[in-house]
C-alpha cells in the first residue's frame, strides 16, 4: 500500500509537470504563432484591394455627380426661358387684341373727360360700367391661365383697371405710393423702350405682401401708336410652378433659383416663393456658398450679356458637405442663377456603402480567422492539454482508464496518453454523429402589416411557437418578444425596416408554454407602385439548423423569390388595371366632346335661323302663331344646351378640373339680376316672384359670381317648374359665425308640390329626381341639382331643404365669402336694385356693315346657308367650300391671284382635311391672312388647340350673329390695314 501510494503521488507529481510544461509553454506558442499567420496571410491582400476599390469607386462618382449637376441647372435653365416666354407670348397676345386696346382707350378717355382724380374715377359709375362691359373678357383670360392678376395702365403710370382691384387699383406707378416699387421700374423700362420686360420679385403690399413678379408689355392703337402698358402679376404658386417643375426629378439634387438683390452686391433666392413669409427674400450667405459667390462675380461681369452658361462643380459646407455647380439664366432683361448641389454623403453613398462592407468583411473575415485559429490551435494544442489530463486522472487512481506508461519522457507520456484518447474519441464522436442528424432545418416565416399585426404564419412557425394558426393570426408579433432585448434594440429594428432597408439579426423569442428559442430573422418591407410600404415579411431559422443545414436556408430563398415574382406580377396586373382605367375615363370625356359637338352643330342652324325668322318675320310683333312656335324653338333648343353644358359640368366636376374664380362683386345686384330673368318664367304661369332681404347684406362679397348665378337659376326655376298656384319667395339674408366666417343665405322658398323625407335624400345624386313621374310630368336631366349642390360646397357653403309632400319646399343655399370686415353692410338692400328696362323679344339689334370678301369651309348644308345668309345680308361676299382640303386650296389660289380673302371663316370638324390640318397648313405656306375658327366644342382646352393650329380668334356655336360680325370686322380692318 505503501509503494503503490508513492507510486501513485509521484505519477501524480510527473504529470501535473508535464501539464505545467504543456500549458506554459507549448500550448501558448502554438496559438500566436497559428493567429498571426493567418491574419497576416490573409488580411493584407485584402485590405490593399479594397483601399483601391474605394478610391477608384469614389472618383468615379465625383464625375457621376458632376454629370447630373451639369445637366440639372441646364434643364432648369431651358425650362424656366421656355416658361417665360410663354407667359410673354399670352402677354403680347393679349395686348395685341383689338379687345385690349379698345378697353385702355376708353378708360383713358372716360377719366379724362369725367374731370375726377384718379382714385375716385376707379370706383365711379362710369369706370363701373365699362368694367362691366369688358370685364368679363379679361376675367376668363386671366381665368384661362391662371394669372394673379392683369392691369391695364396709360403712358402717364396711372393704373386704370385690375381684375383683383386690389390697393393698387387707381395709383400711379411714377408719382404714387408704390412708385419705389420693381414693379415701376419694369413699367418705366416698356414705356420707354417698347420692349417687354419682367419686375423680378418682390413682396407686393397691395397682394397681402406675398412674393410676385410682373410682366409689362406695350399696348398701341390700329396706329402703331403707343398708349399704354398691360402687365400680368404672376402668383407665388406660378413662379413655384415654373421653378419646382424644371428641377431634376433626383430628390438627392436640391436646386434653386438665385438672382442680385436690389443694390446688386449679394445673392437671395427667387424660388419656393409660397412658403417664404420673411418680409424680405432669402439671403444667400456667399461665404458659405462659393457657388453663389461665383454667379454673382461673372453676373456682374457680363452685364447685359445672355447665352452665357458657366459651370463649375465644386465642393464646400453649406449646411454639410456638397458638391455644387451653377448657371446663368436671363428672363426679360433680368438676370437669375440657377444652383444645383448634391451632399456629399448621397454622392458618394455608393463608394462609403463599398468602404463600409469592406471593413465589414475585413472585421468578418478577423473574426473568422481568429476563430479558426483558435479552433486550429485547440484542436492541435488542447488534445495534448486533454490527453495530459487523462494521464493525470490515470495518476490520480481512475481506474476506468487505461494507461500504459512505457517512456518517462514528454514525448512519450504524450504518445501514451493520446493512444488513450483515440480510443474514447472514437467513441465519443459515434455519440454525436447519432446526434448531429436529428432536427430537419427548414424557414419559418410570418407575414405582418407596418403595425406589426400578422395576416400568415408557416406551419414550421406555429410549431417552433407551440400557438396555433388561428391563435396568432390577427395578434401583434410583441405576444412572443422575451425581455431578452431593450427597447434600443427593437427602436433600431423598426427604424430600419420603416426606412424601406432589410433588417437582419438574432432574436430570442417565447413559445407558448413560456420556453424562449433563438432565431436568426431577417425581415424583407414589400412596397406597392407608388413606395409605400405595405407589409413586412420574415423569414426565421433556428441557429442550430441554419449551421447544420445551408440546403434549407437555399429553399427558403427560393421560396421568397416565389413570392417577390408573384408581387411582381400582382403590381403588373393593377399597373394594366390603372391604365385601362385611366383609358376609360379619357373615352368618356372624348365622348362628352363629341357629343357637344355633333348637338352644337345642328343648334347653330335651329337657333340661328330662328333669330333670322324673328328679325325679319313682323309676325313677331304681332304674337301670332308663328312667333309662338319661333319661341318654342329658341326655348327648346336653349333648353337642350343647358343639358349639354350641365353634362359637360359633371363630367369637369368628376374630373377635378373644375376651378372657381374669387372676385369681388354685388351681391344684391346680383341676385336681383337674377329674380328679373326668372320673373319672365314665373309670369307664363302667372306665379309672383318676390324678392326680400332679411336684415343688412355686405354691398361687396369675394367668391365666384358665374357660378353662383347658374346656382340661383337652378333652383328658382325647379322652384318656378314645381309650382302651380301660390308663390315663389327669394329671402336672402347675412350671418357671422364664432370663427368669423362670413355666410350668405339665399332661401327660395315655394308652396308648389313638396318632397317627401324620404325623396330628399335623391335630389342631389346625377341623373336622379324625387320621383320617376317627376320626370314625365315636368321634365329635366335630375343634373342641376347635383351640379348647384357641388358648386355651392365648392364656395364654403352648402344645400339644404325642408319640405313636406304637398306643403311646398324651402331650398336653403349658402355660401362663404372671406375678408368682409371692412366692407360697408347695407341697411336698406332694396333702396340699392336700380331699375331697369326689360329686354323686347323682337328690338332688332343694329348690326354693322361689312365690306369684305370672305371664304366660309363649313361641310353642313344647313349652317353653309344660315352664314351665307347672315353675312351676305351684312354686306360681305362670301364663298363657300365643304372641306379643309378646297378651303386651302382656294385661299391660296386667290393669295396667288393678287385678290385674297379678307378673312377665313373655318369649321374646324370636317371631312378630308380637318380645320385644324387646313389651317396648320396655310400657316406652314406663308398665308397671313386672318383666320377665325368655328367649333362646336365647349372644352376651355379648345381655344388653345385652335390657336396653336394658326387660328387668330375663336367662336363658338351657336354663333351669337352680333358678335360674330364684330369679330368679322375687326380682322378685315385690320388686315386692309396691313395691306
Given amino acids: 500500500m505503501t509503494k503503490n501510494t508513492t507510486h501513485s503521488a509521484s505519477g501524480k ?26 491574419l497576416a496571410v490573409s488580411l493584407i491582400p485584402m485590405i490593399v484591394v479594397s483601399y483601391a476599390s474605394y478610391t477608384t469607386a469614389k472618383a468615379s462618382l465625383h464625375d457621376s455627380a458632376r454629370d447630373s449637376l451639369t445637366m440639372s441647372v441646364r434643364n432648369t435653365v431651358t425650362f424656366i426661358e421656355n416658361w417665360f416666354s410663354n407667359r410673354i407670348l399670352d402677354l403680347e397676345t393679349l395686348a395685341s387684341n383689338w379687345n385690349t386696346t379698345a378697353f385702355l382707350v376708353k378708360l383713358s378717355d372716360s377719366y379724362t373727360d369725367s374731370g375726377q382724380n384718379l382714385s375716385d374715377f376707379t370706383r365711379s359709375y362710369q369706370w363701373n360700367n365699362l368694367a362691366y362691359e369688358h370685364g368679363p373678357d379679361v376675367l376668363n383670360f386671366q381665368r384661362s391661365y391662371g394669372y394673379y392678376d392683369v392691369l391695364y395702365i396709360d403712358l402717364e403710370g396711372n393704373i386704370l383697371y385690375t381684375n383683383g382691384q386690389e390697393d393698387d387699383l387707381g395709383t400711379n406707378l411714377l408719382t404714387g405710393t408704390y412708385s419705389n416699387s420693381l414693379f415701376s421700374e419694369s413699367f418705366i423700362k416698356t414705356r420707354n423702350t417698347g420692349r417687354t420686360s419682367f419686375s423680378d420679385i418682390e413682396f407686393y403690399k397691395p397682394s397681402n405682401g406675398q412674393a410676385t413678379g410682373f410682366l409689362c408689355t406695350l399696348i398701341s392703337n390700329s396706329d402703331g401708336e403707343k398708349i399704354g402698358v398691360l402687365a400680368f402679376q404672376l402668383s407665388p404658386e406660378q413662379l413655384d410652378f415654373a421653378a419646382k417643375s424644371s428641377l431634376s426629378n433626383d430628390t438627392s439634387i436640391n436646386s434653386y433659383i438665385v438672382g442680385t438683390n436690389k443694390v446688386g452686391d449679394g445673392v437671395s433666392v427667387r424660388s419656393k416663393l409660397s412658403s417664404n413669409t420673411h418680409p424680405n427674400l432669402l ?34 459646407e453649406n449646411n454639410g458637405r456638397v458638391l455644387g455647380t451653377h448657371a446663368n439664366l436671363t428672363i426679360a432683361g433680368i438676370h437669375w442663377g440657377v444652383i444645383s448641389e448634391i451632399p456629399e454623403d448621397i454622392a458618394y453613398a455608393s463608394s462609403d456603402k463599398l468602404r463600409n462592407l ?21 484542436r492541435v494544442v488542447q488534445p495534448i492539454a486533454d490527453l495530459s489530463a487523462i494521464a493525470v486522472q490515470i495518476a490520480n487512481g481512475d481506474l476506468d482508464q487505461s494507461c500504459n506508461v512505457t517512456s518517462h519522457d514528454e514525448i512519450g507520456d504524450l504518445a501514451e496518453s493520446f493512444n488513450s484518447m483515440i480510443r474514447n474519441l472514437k467513441m465519443s464522436f459515434a455519440d454525436l454523429n447519432n446526434q448531429k442528424y436529428a432536427l430537419d432545418q427548414h424557414a419559418i416565416v410570418s407575414v405582418t402589416d407596418i403595425q406589426g399585426t400578422i395576416s400568415y404564419v408557416n406551419d414550421k412557425f406555429v410549431e417552433l411557437s407551440g400557438y396555433s394558426q388561428k391563435e396568432l393570426i390577427g395578434q401583434n408579433h410583441r405576444m412572443i418578444k422575451s425581455d431578452e432585448h431593450d427597447h434600443r434594440f427593437y427602436r433600431d429594428l423598426w427604424k430600419t425596416i420603416a426606412s424601406k432597408n432589410v433588417w437582419t439579426g438574432e432574436i430570442k423569442n417565447l413559445a407558448k408554454d413560456g420556453s424562449a428559442y433563438w432565431v436568426r430573422a431577417t425581415i424583407v418591407p414589400f412596397k406597392n407602385g407608388e413606395g409605400k410600404i405595405t407589409h413586412y415579411v420574415a423569414i426565421r431559422t433556428d441557429i442550430t439548423a441554419m449551421k447544420e443545414s445551408e440546403s434549407q436556408i437555399l429553399v427558403a430563398n427560393d421560396s421568397l423569390t416565389d413570392q417577390r415574382n408573384e408581387l411582381f406580377s400582382l403590381t403588373q396586373d393593377l399597373e394594366i388595371t390603372r ?3 385611366e383609358n376609360a375615363n379619357q373615352a368618356k370625356s372624348d365622348f362628352l366632346a363629341n357629343m357637344s359637338h355633333e348637338i352644337r352643330t345642328p343648334m347653330t342652324a335651329i337657333l340661328g335661323f330662328a333669330d333670322t325668322i324673328v328679325v325679319n318675320d313682323d309676325s313677331c310683333r304681332n304674337k301670332n302663331a308663328n312667333s309662338d312656335a319661333i319661341d ?14 350641365d353634362i359637360l359640368d359633371i363630367s369637369k366636376i368628376e374630373a377635378g378640373k373644375v376651378e372657381l374664380e374669387c372676385v369681388r362683386f354685388s351681391f344684391i345686384e346680383l341676385v336681383s339680376d337674377v329674380t328679373k330673368l326668372m320673373t319672365i318664367r314665373a309670369n307664363e304661369k302667372s306665379l309672383p316672384l318676390k324678392l326680400e332681404f332679411n336684415g343688412s347684406l355686405p354691398e361687396i362679397i369675394e367668391s365666384d359670381p358665374t357660378r353662383l348665378r347658374q346656382i340661383l337659376v337652378n333652383i328658382i326655376g325647379n322652384a318656378i317648374k314645381f309650382t302651380e298656384n301660390g308663390s315663389v319667395k327669394i329671402v336672402s339674408s347675412f350671418t357671422n359665425d364664432k370663427l368669423h366666417n362670413s355666410l350668405i343665405q339665399i332661401d327660395v322658398v315655394d308652396t308648389g308640390i313638396g318632397i317627401t323625407k324620404a325623396q330628399i335624400g335623391q335630389l342631389f345624386k346625377a341623373f336622379a329626381q324625387a320621383d320617376s313621374s317627376t320626370t314625365r310630368k315636368f321634365g329635366g336631366t335630375g343634373l342641376g341639382l347635383d351640379i348647384s349642390k357641388k358648386f355651392a360646397e365648392m364656395m364654403g357653403g352648402t344645400i339644404e331643404v325642408f319640405s313636406n309632400s304637398g306643403q311646398g319646399s324651402t331650398f336653403r343655399i349658402t355660401i362663404a365669402s372671406p375678408n368682409l370686415n371692412d366692407v360697408k353692410l347695407i341697411k336698406n338692400p332694396a333702396q340699392m336694385i336700380n331699375n331697369r328696362s326689360e329686354k323686347k323679344l323682337c328690338d332688332k339689334t343694329v348690326i354693322k356693315k361689312l365690306n369684305c370678301k370672305i371664304l366660309l369651309a363649313e361641310d353642313g348644308p344647313d349652317n353653309q346657308r344660315l352664314f351665307t345668309f347672315i353675312l351676305k345680308k351684312a354686306g360681305a361676299s362670301i364663298e363657300v367650300v365643304e372641306n379643309g382640303k378646297l378651303a386651302l386650296d382656294a385661299a391660296l389660289a386667290a393669295q396667288s391671284n393678287g385678290n385674297p380673302f379678307d378673312v377665313i371663316l373655318m369649321d374646324m370638324q370636317m371631312p ?16 397671313n391672312g386672318p383666320i377665325i375658327a368655328l367649333t362646336a366644342h365647349a372644352m376651355a382646352s379648345d ?13 363658338t356655336k ?22
Avoid at 378630308?912 to 398665308?927: C, I, P, T
Fill in 912 to 927: 378630308v382635311m380637318s380645320g385644324y390640318e387646313a389651317s396648320s397648313a396655310l400657316r406652314s405656306a406663308q398665308y
Fill in 632 to 645: 318654342t324653338i329658341k326655348r327648346n333648343g336653349e333648353h337642350l344646351l343647358t343639358i349639354i353644358n
Fill in 579 to 581: 391604365k385601362e382605367a
Fill in 358 to 378: 469592406m471593413l465589414w468583411i475585413i472585421l468578418s473575415t478577423s473574426l473568422l480567422v481568429i476563430l479558426i485559429a483558435k479552433r486550429t490551435s485547440r
Fill in 958 to 979: 351657336p354663333i351669337d350673329k352680333a358678335k360674330l360680325i364684330e369679330l368679322i370686322d375687326f380682322y378685315a380692318n385690320r388686315s386692309a390695314s396691313a395691306a
Fill in 943 to 955: 381655344r388653345k388647340k385652335c390657336i396653336d393650329a394658326g387660328c387668330d380668334d375663336f367662336a
Fill in 13 to 38: 507529481e510527473r504529470v501535473a509537470g508535464i501539464n505545467e510544461h504543456a500549458t506554459s509553454g507549448t500550448k501558448r506558442s502554438l496559438r500566436g504563432k497559428l493567429l498571426v499567420r493567418f
Fill in 283 to 316: 439671403t444667400v450667405n456667399e461665404d458659405n456658398n462659393p457657388q453663389a459667390k461665383l454667379w454673382l462675380a461673372e453676373h456682374g461681369q457680363l452685364g447685359s450679356q445672355s447665352g452665357v452658361d458657366t459651370e463649375n462643380t465644386t465642393s464646400y
